[in-house]
């Protein structure tokens, strides 16, 4: 059991009440990347969540509707908590936060618009497999899989196994996509492309570094803080990209696309 020290807690649940202010505030542009997204082939909703209502033909009914069903009860059972237990609200907020927020920025804000980012459905996310974010590379097509280090890093411990495992086995994603070439601009068309296998990296920022991320895509001011937020964000892919592509017990065709991703991280250091 994880027991907190009450300025801790205190200053979660501070934390909590900033970043539901900065949800609603960040809500029109993560709209208007899910519009975008729609256009280019992704079935997504408002927040930027892929479908998987959607995939019926590519998955059969039956284990659709189980999916579906396994979905409702975990947020049921997540909501439930959320509304029983103020921290427990407060990291849902503070997730939240976290996921519009590099959905936005590297959609919108980061890597001078080479990559772009749909968030996982809920059942990628909730039911097992762990994926928050699919981010891919509009010019080579690469797909990579993201899970949230949250602000909070000791909330990740319990899950380090289970992380490494993914990092050398490749991460599964149920209802993904992949891009392929089209006539229509950008040039590329979103294909839905199930249960895919894919490398796994880690999305981490600091509490301070994303409040000050939260607070510039509300305002839409840009700024010094996604500035140091996209350089310290290649750095961090980067040294992942390098560790992972050279670590004996990966699976070759993983280290294959570590070491791909590393000479795109490479190319984008500044």
Known sequence: MKFERPEQSIEKLDRGEFFAEKIVEMGPELRLEAEKLNKLGFSVDENCRIKPELFLGPIAVKELKNDLQKVKDLKAKFDGEAKRSPEKQAEKNIGEALEMAKTIGV?????????????????????????????????????LAAIDATTDQASKLPQQKEIFKKILEGAEVKYGYKLEKSDQAPGFKAVKNPNM????????????????????????????????ASKGLVERLSEQAENFSQHPAIKPEIKAAYGRFLKIFESLRF
């Open 107 to 143: 959609n919108g804000h980061w890597f001078g618009g080479r990559f772009l980012a749909v968030r996982s459905s809920m059942y990628d996310d909730f039911c097992g497999n762990k994926v928050d974010n699919l981010i891919y590379d509009s010019q080579t097509f690469e797909p």
């Open 197 to 228: 296998k894919l490398p796994y990296f880690i999305i981490s920022f600091k509490p301070d570094e994303l409040e000050e991320i939260a607070r510039s895509l509300a305002a839409g001011t840009g700024g010094s803080a996604l500035h140091d």
